[in-house]
Each structure stands twice: as C-alpha cells, then as structure tokens.
C-alpha cells in the first residue's frame, strides 16, 4: 500500500515581513555598520600614532647613544642643545639633549636626558642615564 505524505500549510494572516520591520532591520544594521567604522577609524589613529612614538624613542635611542660613545669627554654636549627631527618621513619634532652635574654627591657624573616630541606641540619621549666624567 503506497504511502501518502500530505503537507499541510498553515496559514496565518502574515505572509512575509512587513515595510517595518524591514526598515528597523535596516536601521540596526546601519547603526552597527557606523559604530564599526568608528571602531576602525580610532584603530587606525592609534596605530599611526603608536608607529610616530616608536619612531621618537628610536631616535632618542640613536641620540642618547651618539652622545654617550662619539663624546667620551662629554665637552661637546654642554648644558641643552635642540634640534628638529623627521619622523616616520614628517620633519619638525623637536629633539632636546640635555647634560646636567647631579651635585657634590655625584660630582663624577654627568645626567644626560635626550626629549624627543612625537606629536606636535604634545606627547613627548625621554630617556635619561648617568655617564661618567
């Protein structure tokens, strides 16, 4: 005896989805899709700005050792010198090379901190060590 499968629809009164509902989707949607471009544009500022600080500590890491081998006496680095840097290929960061006595307790010393600005007129790098006289 053969068998018979009988699909039965049940009807409702709504059939598909109304120009509302439609609408609100889209709306949801578009909400989602600016929130993560927001989300994409603030990463992008991050990132450039952490790729210019990196570049700012590079160049104080350059200068601080320049200051430290090429001047063994040190009489070429006298209190605060300031010069203008290019970063990440972007010229004028201020750089600042500084040469302070620490007193009578570290009369054989010499506190050298070199500054390097990595957002114009804001964040700045600066790395500091002690050389000998």
């Not at 009807?11 to 949801?28: F, K, N, P, Y």
């Not at 500022?45 to 601080?64: F, P, S, Y």
């Not at 050792?65 to 009489?75: D, H, L, R, T």
């Not at 209190?79 to 570290?106: D, E, H, K, P, Y």
Request: positive net charge.
């Amino acid at each position: 005896m053969p068998r018979v499968i009988l699909f039965l629809r049940v009807h409702s009164s709504r059939d598909g989805l109304s120009l509302v509902e439609i609408l609100v989707a889209m709306l949801v949607l578009a909400v989602l899709a600016i929130a993560g471009g927001a989300f994409v544009s603030r990463g992008q500022i991050d990132v450039g700005t952490q790729l210019t600080k990196r570049a700012a500590i590079e160049a104080a890491n350059n200068r601080l050792e320049e200051v430290i081998w090429a001047n063994p006496s040190m009489a070429s680095v006298a209190g605060t010198t300031s010069t203008n840097v290019a970063l990440n290929g972007i010229s004028g960061f201020a750089m600042t090379t500084t040469r302070a006595s620490l007193g009578a307790s570290w009369n054989d010393c010499y506190k050298i901190t070199v500054g390097v600005e990595y957002v114009k007129g804001g964040s700045s790098v600066q790395l500091e060590t002690l050389r000998y006289k």
